[in-house]
């Protein structure tokens, strides 16, 4: 993953956090409870959401400085190990 694409995703968590949990706090009151539930779960989602970018993008970010070699070598070890497995049993 490139820094630029890791820092958007850290960017857009942060965002997202910023955003939802403000609208949570202006949510006026007069609303029945399904309008509060429903926004709830919104918000509590979408929370997760920018959480896992965020991870996402933290790992992308320290990958990328530690010069990402590490996600190449274990992807060509998965596709051998399969490509084994079938010439054995066939």
């Given amino acids: 993953m490139s820094r630029k694409i890791a ?8 965002f997202m956090i910023f955003e939802w949990v403000n609208l949570g706090f202006n949510l006026a009151d007069g609303h ?12 509590a ?10 991870i996402i993008g933290w790992r992308g970010l320290r990958g990328s400085s530690a010069g990402g ?17 079938r010439g054995d049993a066939g």
């Fill in 69 to 85: 070699s590490a996600g190449g070598s274990a992807g060509g070890t998965v596709g051998g190990s399969v490509r084994g497995r």
């Fill in 32 to 43: 029945p409870t399904s309008f509060y539930v429903v926004h709830g779960i919104l918000i």
């Fill in 7 to 14: 820092g958007f995703l850290i960017i857009l968590g942060v």
């Fill in 45 to 54: 989602v979408n929370i997760i959401l920018a959480i896992v970018l965020g």
